[in-house]
């Protein structure tokens, strides 16, 4: 197995052109990003991730701009470089402002922190934290 | 050095009081979490990350039922199980409903996914996203 | 100390030689990747890590495509690019296909979004589990 | 909102009940785990967490028992400690025996300890893992 | 929000030159490493960030070489690649050998290769170090 | 395979006796801690794994008490309880202070900030790093 080559519409089966198609439509934009085009070497879970992305990022009981900006702060948690660089533009494009990303940063970077302060005093939870 | 122990108010030194108690008047609540407990084992640390936290979940352009999700987010994305209790009882006090968590515990769940199909199809950034 | 360089075979000293060397005869190949030529910048390091790896990596109950495809799971969910890429072509030379590799990355996906649903639902461990 | 609690299937919804029936019926046991109880307080995350991880773990190019071992050293990998339960066992029940556990171990544990070297010196990809 | 992009003290407010000033004051520098150019998009993180910084790695009970090897080991666990590289420079100008960084990446390694074992083995923990 | 337990000196193997005997020896204890105690389940890990770490941990460029501190430093940022009691109680052996562990945790908690803000900043590296 060669290093995975993303797959153009032009040359996709139909079945990957369909999901492409979907995006598209859904996202009203005029290409895929490069994440659907590798994804599309394996059309089951090129279609399975396109479904269950689209039901989870749906507008619901949290609006699209935080549900956006809770995918940067994971995948700034993470460092998945790739993740940064097309969530990042998603929120912006959902409206987040550069204060909003300031912020977003600030928590992200606060809780990475605390989180190992927590590991390293071996903190037990508090009883009120329990029901 | 023996195993972290919890510093309670009663056996605090002034400096740690001084935090405490400025915990307790901000969060207008009786008693300070395990976790200032026991940071206040090294209190510059105790009064640096307080200071800090305090500065980083104010209200801003982010709102603070926002900023407890991210921090929860984050915290679930980590594994950190004290955290994971305290930002979601601060998260639902901060208002967030059943049915939000519910959409944030989808969106970080997502998020390790793909970010991880991402690693392992090597997908390179769109030049749209570089700009 | 400035930035790691790779130390070439005609540059090797004697006991970095016996290491590539080895590597060379054991794998069938002409020289050895990157990863040996960096690390050989510390002849202790380098020495154990390749015979701790061979030892590791021979065939024993699990066949070695099996563990060359474990070994990549985890580097695509550490996100390493490098091993990513060099372990991605030792599961391709081990006999990797394409269609085996998509459900690998499918199954490092799912546990990597369950592990996180896991953490934030504070799932206690079933009883029948512990035995 | 309180923390997380178990859903039993006598108290759970008509749409709770088709999935933890589907589940019981595809995996021929008598009840659910705990984290579909879980998982059970968002129908929607558990419907279509459930139907992935179906499609999955299915029997494909990659037999069913390669699968249990890569999602348990994920699991490992990540130190999510309900998963290396569960994973485990279901890893036991296709047929892993101690021997196989042990070498699975001994694969992850490198993997993430070369995964480090790596990082630390900086190792570019070698032009032959690029194509 | 356009990709985040470096401001210069030439074009910094008086408030982000400030903060740049100290820096080059403190650490003897004449300019500040790109790290500080980016936080500066928001001011307020970067004085907070500069402030802790500076507090933290200070000279205390820990010498300073101890202190930025251990901020490259956990940078290097963590696989952030500008961090491994800034403080890799950090802790070779406080005066780490190429020996020193050898002995440092063999016990990163181990540490991330045991801490998987003790997951994956589920190693309870002994009554000896609970107290 | 049933849940790892542990093998206790009496009903272990003289292969694995041979290890444990060197073990105690070495470190001049009365008995093996759990890790070893589970690793025991795989002779051969057993065996590799406590030579590794006898050369890893071994005095060199870096005194002992560094090295047990950046092994506590990497198991605090992997958040590996078992990890984080043991190895908290060899650096303390060692010589590690309570002030010193206060420190330890500030530059642990810093690093794991600092590294999410590079990730989330996108910061490229300054060419002086690269040389």
Redesign the interface.
């Known amino acids: 197995?060669?290093?995975?080559q993303p797959i153009e519409h032009a040359d996709a089966s139909p079945q990957v052109r369909a999901v492409f198609d979907d995006i598209k439509t859904t996202r009203n934009v005029k290409d895929v990003?490069?994440?659907w085009k590798?994804?599309a070497?394996?059309p089951?879970?090129l279609k399975?991730?396109w479904e269950?992305?689209k039901?989870?990022?749906a507008p619901?009981?949290?609006d699209p701009l935080?549900?956006e900006?809770?995918?940067?702060?994971?995948?700034?948690?993470?460092?998945?470089?790739?993740?940064?660089?097309?969530?990042?533009?998603a929120?912006?494009k959902a409206g987040?402002?550069?204060?909003?990303?300031?912020?977003?940063?600030?928590?992200?970077?606060?809780?990475?922190?605390?989180?190992?302060?927590?590991?390293?005093?071996?903190?037990?939870?508090?009883p009120?934290?329990?029901?």
């Open positions: 197995m060669p290093k995975p990003n490069n994440f590798y994804l070497n394996d089951v879970t399975r991730t269950s992305l039901e989870v990022m619901g009981t949290l935080v549900k900006m809770v995918y940067l702060a994971v995948s700034v948690s993470n460092g998945c470089g790739y993740c940064i660089a097309s969530h990042g533009a929120a912006s987040m402002t550069q204060a909003q990303f300031g912020e977003l940063m600030a928590v992200v970077g606060m809780a990475n922190e605390t989180n190992r302060l927590v590991n390293g005093y071996r903190v037990p939870i508090d009120a934290f329990e029901t």
